[in-house]
């Protein structure tokens, strides 16, 4: 009889891997691009309602030859170093009667290589009928009927997420959305109720740290916050809406979507480690 230690470890149990058809791809401002992806695969997502679900794209070094779906246990065994990176993008739309969603993705660099994000430089050369796989979607954030008050902050990587709530928001909602930016250019054009104040903060993330300190917060009834930006903005955010202002922590959904100078390997792995930590 085999002891615990000599038992086999149990297989892993992998997800279905969604496979979409690159059907569209639009320049909608200097640094974002948004591809539209469909196809039988579609039935394969765990299509959510909340708007800001999410997808992780399943990307292959394209010198492996590697091509979707992936057979990612015998790769983690055989041959780990091909293994296909992993990357989150928030689902800007979904469209069932078509079978697709659009992802909009940050462009960064100038297409020299490593300074290039690995999702941005297969985004920016993406063709029709290129297919990508992908995992999800998950998610978790809806603005909710009984809200009185809205506060969404965010930044580049948030604005699929924000533009999506805006557009499910009744048309009496009332709030504020602070985004931060770094270029003026890449200000879009949002639809969102009346009620609704839209502040763009163009530079340094400072600004958006110290708007959102001037807001008066001292209300907490029917208040519901959405905060996600980069890690360290992120954490001081956090002391600004939790600690100052009070604010209980179950109405407030806060994370960090990226952390400056990490690839979102390095950033995934720390998010178990004090550093990637944003509750202290």
């Known amino acids: 009889m085999q002891t615990t230690t000599e038992q086999a470890r149990p297989a892993r149990r992998e997800r279905t891997q969604a496979i979409l058809e690159v059907r569209g791809k639009t320049r909608i401002s200097p640094r974002l691009l948004r591809l539209t992806l469909g196809g039988e695969g579609y039935d394969a997502l765990n299509r959510n309602e909340h708007p800001d679900a999410y997808v992780k794209l399943l990307l292959a070094d394209p010198a492996s030859g590697l091509r979707p779906p992936y057979e990612l246990e015998e790769l983690r065994e055989s041959s780990p170093e091909l293994l296909p990176a992993r990357r989150t993008y928030t689902v800007r739309r979904w469209d069932d009667e078509k079978r697709q969603i659009e992802l909009d993705v940050v462009l960064h660099g100038d297409g020299e290589g490593e300074k290039d994000g690995v999702a941005s430089r297969w985004a920016d050369e993406a063709q ?3 297919v990508v796989a992908m995992f999800g979607a998950g998610g978790g954030y809806t603005p909710l009927a009984e809200t009185r008050r809205h506060l969404l902050i965010g930044d580049h990587a948030a604005l699929p997420a924000i533009a999506a709530s ?5 048309a009496e909602a009332v709030g504020e959305v602070l985004i931060h930016l770094d270029h003026e250019e890449d200000r879009l054009e949002l639809a969102h109720p009346d009620g609704v104040e839209l502040r763009w903060l163009i530079g340094s993330r400072e600004e958006l740290v110290d708007a959102v300190a001037a807001l008066d917060l001292s209300d907490h009834e ?3 916050v ?4 980069e890690r360290g903005t992120t954490k001081r955010l956090r002391r600004v809406l939790v600690k100052d202002a009070g604010i ?7 994370s960090a979507y990226w952390a400056l100078g990490r690839i979102e390997d390095q950033f995934q792995a720390e998010k178990r480690e004090p550093i990637g ?3 202290d």
């Open 128 to 130: 029709p009928g290129d």
């Open 277 to 279: 930590k944003i509750d």
């Open 248 to 254: 209980p922590r179950a109405q407030i959904s806060i």
């Open 226 to 229: 959405f905060c996600h930006v």
């Open 222 to 224: 029917g208040l519901q």
């Open 166 to 170: 805006l557009e499910v928001m009744p």
